[in-house]
């Protein structure tokens, strides 16, 4: 996918000839590529298969209609909302568990990363038994005027739910791969914790940074179970794409595989332009010499890079 | 005005104290795993000590005890070099150079000035406007230190700022250092006594943790007391209890020699009372397949353990003794490792002093 031609097309830098691409060594024995193209086409059969059985003659008419537009809008914005709640607070998070030390800290990993394992429809009666109107903090909300359940909030606190740790987890690794050496450095240069992580940590950790946030989009845009069971499936408030096709499937086959492709399209595009495999800056600061991987993903390559790019 | 510290870590064995004058450049030499670094890190705030305390100046950087302190690494004042430039890879040159006083709350005007002037000591404002990753070695160095001066740190530590260079590089950076440490503060830990010589006012010499040798460059080299410091000089070095104008050791015997250093104006130690050590460079060492006669010199029976190219010599190693021989010597004796030989030098080539 298009994951795969970003990555060879990140090398280059800014400003520099095209690389030619050189014959290198790589251990990499033949059936695994055997394999790895077993599973690639698992991904790709059905999704073609889900293709031919789109109705092109009427697939505008389809995804046009009032319901279906209502439904896109409504995953758009709250997978929009909920990339943003995972963003601030999945990076808080991330750096908390990258470098702080503290005990309990596996524990609180481990914790952050059930929405992972747990079927979503789980944490959606998680989420109804306490932000419900019965719920532990639901009934005091409740009593304030305030209900959650069943509502365009519950949707994005749904989808934020089971996002949230891909943001973390992608975060984590690369927060603790690019180390804390050039926060050290900065700080015996002057700056204060806060300017470190505005001016350094953010901007190194920026790729993979966007690639968590695009994996929480992605997983936001496609949430069902716990939506479905937090927020119910009411048209315009709480139905999201995801819903809307389950919805259809019963009555209209044909309006639920046009949307069905229209959300991977939505999917692909988003995706496409900017997840990029995460990149670090150069480990070792003796820079210049060879290649440097990192000139490319942080110097903003305007021929390569997705709207979301890697400059901050 | 003076870097006063006390620190000890036990986990890592270490246990220093110094202090560092203002203007004073200080050079940290010292085998691997000496404690070099993690004294670095103690006064650059980027790692606690079990105890132990350091004041710069009138400011204290960190205390423990009754009443504990510690100053965060961004307002300690105190700069930092290591061995990898470390430029933050997604900042231009100059951005680089201008993080500090930016930091320091200066606008992005004076702070570009700032930046500029420093390239301009370093010779590198032609880079300004380039990515770390479009640099060399040295000039990513030579970078660096702008970055560090541009906060005019009362302190500057330099953690073998030479040691990633190639040896192009190398010289340039040396001679640079020269001219920005004049009058300024500094900690430099380096392996090469070049830069002690070079660079340095004072050298302490550490070893597991602990400083075993501290004083003037030129006395320490000149007057090596540890093994390490020998070697750095250059030279082979025998302990022992100074008795006439020769010193009685337990593993080579009586070594004649003459008196130097704290010895010389004071005339003749008295017999047997007073620690020495006696110094000689491998060049003055002759190497005999039998013991010579005649004239009074110090004669060592020892076992070849090692043989290595030094310069246009061939350097003979026998245990703690070196000789430096030529080629051609080399060729005559026929020497390998384990060759049964005799080390001679004469008296006069044999410095005595205290220890």
Redesign the interface.
Known sequence: MPVLAHHSAGQSGPGRRKAVKRWEYQAVPRWVFALAAAGALFILLPLLGMVAKVNWGNFIPLITSDSSRAALLLSLRTAAASTGLCIVFGVPLALVLARARFTGQRILRALILLPLVVPPVVGGLALLYTFGREGLIGKSLSLAGINIAFSTTAVVMAQAFVALPFLVLSLEGTLRTAGQRYEAVAATLGARPSTVLRRITLPLVLPGLVSGAVLAFARSLGEFGATLTFAGSLQGVTRTLPLEIYLQRETDPDAAVALSFLLIAVAVVVVGLTYRTPKLPAPRGASGRGLNVDAGSSAGVPADTGPDGARP | MTLELKATIAERHLDVSLSVGPAETLAVMGPNGAGKSTLVQIV???LKPDAGQATLGARTLFRTGPAPLWL?????????L?????????LSVLDNVA??PR??GLGRAESSAVARHWLGEVDALELAAR???????G??QRV?LA??LA?DPELLLLDEPMA?LDINSAPFLRSLLKRVLAGRRAIIVTHHVLDALMLADRIIVMDRGRIVESGPTAAVLAHPRSSFAASLAGLNVLTGSVTGTSVQTADAGLVAGRLTGGFAGAGTPADGGTEGLAAFPPSAVSVFLAPPQGSPRNCFPVAVTELEPHGDHIRVRAGRLAADISPAAMADLGLEPGSAVFFVVKAAEVAIYPA
């Open positions: 650059a705030g980027l965060p690494p961004h307002a300690r004042g105190v700069g930092l290591a061995q990898d430039p470390l430029l933050f890879p997604h993080f500090g930091s320091k990515r770390p990753a479009q640099l060399s070695g000039q990513a660096a970055r560090a906060t990633a």
